[in-house]
C-alpha cells in the first residue's frame, strides 16, 4: 500500500495507475477507521482496479466549540486496517498540504445545507463539500464510496456530482451497526458506559416509528413528537427526529413512499446521528 502525504505524490501514483488503465474507487474518510470503513472499502474493491481512502480530519467541516482538536486520530491501527483490507493507496495529507493559507473558495449546496445537521452545525457542510470537491479533483476517482449513516452528507455530496457534473459514481454503503444497533461512529468512544447502554435507544426510536408508519399511520407530525419524548425520558438531548422523503429531505407528504427517518441526539455532549430509509 503505498502512503502518500502530498499533493503531488497523489497526483503521481493516480497518474500511473490510468496509464495502465486502471480504474480508481475513492473512500474519503476522517480515520479512526471501524468496520463500517472497512465495508465501504471492500465495496470499493468490488467496483475498482485500484482503491484510494484519504484520512483527513476536515478542519473546515468543524465549527468553533466543536472536536476538531480531540477528533481521534489513530494513523497507525488505520494504516494496518487499510493494508489488510487490501487498498491500494492512503492518502494522508497535512492540513497546509490541502488549504493553503489563504484559501477562500467555499464549495456550497444551499438547499440541502442548512437543515437538520446543517441547522445547528453552520458552515458544516460546506465544509464537507469543499473538501470532497477537493478530493475528487485530486484523485479523479470513477467511483467514490460514502456511508449511509451520514444520510445528509450523502445527499449533499449527490447534488454537488450532479450540479457540478462531476463524472464519479457515487455509492452509498449500508450502515454496519454494533450487536444493539448503535450505528457505528468514531464519535461512539465519546461515550461513558452508562451512555453506551442507552446509545442503541436512538435506533430503537426510529425503527420504532417505522413499524408505526409502515402500520398505516400518518400523522407524522404526532410520530415525531412521540420519538423526541421518548428519547428526552431516555436521557438523550434530542436535536431533530424528521421523517422525510428520502429523494430531497423535504418532510414526507402522506402521498410520498420513498421515506428516510433522519435523528441527531445529544448524550451528554456526544452528539450521535442515525437513519432509516424504506419505502410504504
Ligand atoms: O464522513 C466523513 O468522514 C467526512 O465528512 C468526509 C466525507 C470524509 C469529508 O471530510
Redesign the pocket.
Known sequence: MLSLTTVESLREAVKTWRTKGNCIALV???GNLHAGHVKLVEAARKKADKVVV?I?V?PT?FGAGEDYETYPRTEKEDKRKLEAAAVDGVFLPSVRQMYEPDAGTVVSVPTLSGVYCGASRRGHFD??AT??TK?FNLVQPDSAF??EK?FQ?LAV?RALVRDLNFPVTLHGVVTVREADGLAMSSRNSYLSAQQRQVAPLLYQALCQARTTILSGASARADIERQAVLFLQEAGFQPEYFSVCRASDLKPAADTDTELVILAAAKLGTTRLIDNVCFSR
Open positions: 474519503p474518510t476522517m484519504s483527513f476536515n467541516q465544509g464537507v473538501v470532497v478530493l460514502f456511508g451520514d452528507q455530496i
